[in-house]
Structures are given as C-alpha cells and as structure tokens.
C-alpha cells in the first residue's frame, strides 16, 4: 500500500535555527498536508498543499508540493520553544476517504 | 469551544475486558476517523464513516468494532482488550473528503495490562 516517508525521524535544534524536514512516497499524491501534535494533544493542521510545485506559508512555516507529486517538505524559520511537537505529513488518497500519514518528525528546541 | 470530543482521556484495562470509547463532533462533519498512534508509527486507520450509517475497515481493524450512532457521534469499541491494542487513539472528523484536513479530538490513551 502507499506510504510516507518521513526524514529525519527527530531534529534537536538550537532556538533560533531554522529547520528544514520532507516526506517522501513512492505514490503520487494531489494533496499533501502537513500537522504538528503537540505533546498531549491531537494533531493540528498547519498547511495544506493542492498544486504540483506550490509554495505556501504560515507565519514561519513554509511548506512545498514537489514537481513530482511524489514529496514534499517544510521548513520552520527562526525556531523558537514552542515549535517542539511532532510534524506530520500526510496524504489523502485520491477519490477516496482515507489519509495516509507519515511517522512524523519529532522536533525539539533548546531555548 | 466547537470540535471534537473524546472520552475518556485516559483508562487501563486488564486484558480480556470491554470499553468503548466515545467521540462527537459538532461541526456538522459528513465522515469520521478512528486512529491509533503508536511511537515511532505514526497515525494508522482502524476504522472509518463516510457518512451517517456507513463504516469501512482501515488499515488495521482487526479486535476492533465501530458503530456511527449519528451524525454527531462515532464510536470505537474493545470487545476483548489485549496488550497490543496499549496505545493513543485519536478520533478526527472531515466534512467531506478529507482534502481540506481532519480536526483531531485530544486523544484517548488507554493501557492494557
């Protein structure tokens, strides 16, 4: 079945780096969302990805739909403590209502 | 504050007990989603509702019933609880196709011992 990749598993980071993080599939995808979990808490949806090649942000994040439609990645300016959670990305299958997610990246900022 | 709702947020079973967890959502959702999350596997799909009276297996619904009581409300439920079935699970909602993202409830962990 299809499957997310997701790179790296975790990221200890100094507040203030940026951050950079993908998801990869053998499958393509027509969309791709990205969702932080915060420690105790469901996940959060952060950006949603419709368009092969599309660049979209919120506040800090910016996040890309590759020109394959195989990955994408996000990227985290100027990280600060709150950033800390686990980042998803996820794909929903087309025509379909399931989502295949990825198994996260697990992001820790060092004030 | 509008969302989805899961009870309980935490319970310990011995193995061979029931439960049913609960979830609503009042966001006039048309499909529903039941998860678990387990370290290092990310989210996985037990059970899924299109819609109001239909419900399909996911990837991994094997010890697992679900009924969608309603609109408002699916439910997961543990007929003979077992150690493996030890995780977080998560309820979410769409309004349709979940294009546009699901909205999460905060989780219900449950320990099997």
């Known amino acids: 079945g299809q499957q997310l990749n997701q790179s790296p598993q975790s990221m200890f980071i100094q507040e203030g780096e940026d951050v950079s993080m993908n998801c990869t599939s053998s499958s393509i995808f027509n969309t791709w969302l990205w969702y932080k979990q915060e420690p105790g808490e469901g996940p959060v949806l952060l950006i949603a990805l419709y368009k092969a090649g599309e660049l979209t942000s919120n506040g800090r994040l910016t996040a890309q739909f590759g020109i394959t439609r195989k990955d994408s990645f996000l990227n985290i300016s100027a990280s600060i403590p709150s950033d800390v959670g686990i980042y998803f990305c996820a794909g929903p299958q087309t025509g379909g209502f399931k989502t295949i997610f990825g198994a996260g990246t697990r992001l820790f900022v060092k004030a | 504050n509008a969302g989805v709702t899961q009870t309980p947020k935490f319970q310990v079973l011995k193995t061979g007990q029931s439960m049913t967890l609960q979830c609503a959502q009042d966001m006039n959702h048309n499909s529903m989603y039941w998860y678990r999350q387990d370290p290092g596997m990310g989210l996985r799909l037990i059970y899924y509702?299109?819609?109001?009276?239909?419900?399909d297996k996911g990837e991994v619904p094997n010890g697992y019933n679900v009924s969608r009581l309603n609109k408002r409300e699916f439910s997961l439920r543990l007929e003979s609880a077992a150690p493996s079935q030890t995780s977080v699970y998560f309820c979410a909602s769409a309004g349709g196709r979940p294009n546009y993202g699901y909205t999460f409830g905060s989780g219900t962990r449950l320990t099997v011992v």
């Open positions: 509702s299109a819609s109001e009276g239909t419900t």
